[in-house]
């Protein structure tokens, strides 16, 4: 994602090449609510933690919300701060070879579903590829 530095509860988050020369974007992943959740604490003596859910996600249920949230009370009572949490629906074509085509719900209306689902949790977020 690139670097993270925490000053006086100000966090600097830098966009970075990897190695393929990507570059890692909001657009893609955004990091509102992680950098708001790092600003928030210190998180002094705990290791950080950022969790990602793949995943067809056709359709989204809450399942899929509620895992996120039981791996994050798990961390949690392990000394761990989770700082976001992520769902990252796959790709189309993993979704149609997955399901006949017509059970396929296209990747901008998972992602709309996904957005619709986690408007109000102050840590978890969608992340696309596309």
Request: glycine residues 4%; proline residues 3%.
């Amino acid at each position: 994602m690139g670097n993270i530095q925490q000053q006086n509860k100000q966090v600097t988050i830098t966009d970075d090449t990897d190695s393929e020369g990507i570059i890692h974007s909001e657009k893609h992943t955004p990091i509102k609510k992680l950098k708001r959740n790092l600003e928030a604490e210190l998180f002094e003596g705990k290791k950080l933690a950022v969790l990602v859910s793949t995943g067809s996600f056709n359709p989204l249920h809450k399942m899929h919300v509620h895992l996120l949230e039981v791996a994050k009370k798990h961390l949690e009572k392990n000394g761990f701060a989770v700082i976001a949490g992520y769902l990252s629906p796959s790709h189309d074509l993993h979704v149609m070879c997955k399901l006949s085509n017509e059970d396929v719900i296209l990747a901008p209306d998972r992602c709309s579903l996904i957005r619709d689902s986690i408007e109000s949790s102050s840590w978890i977020d969608l992340s696309s590829w596309y």
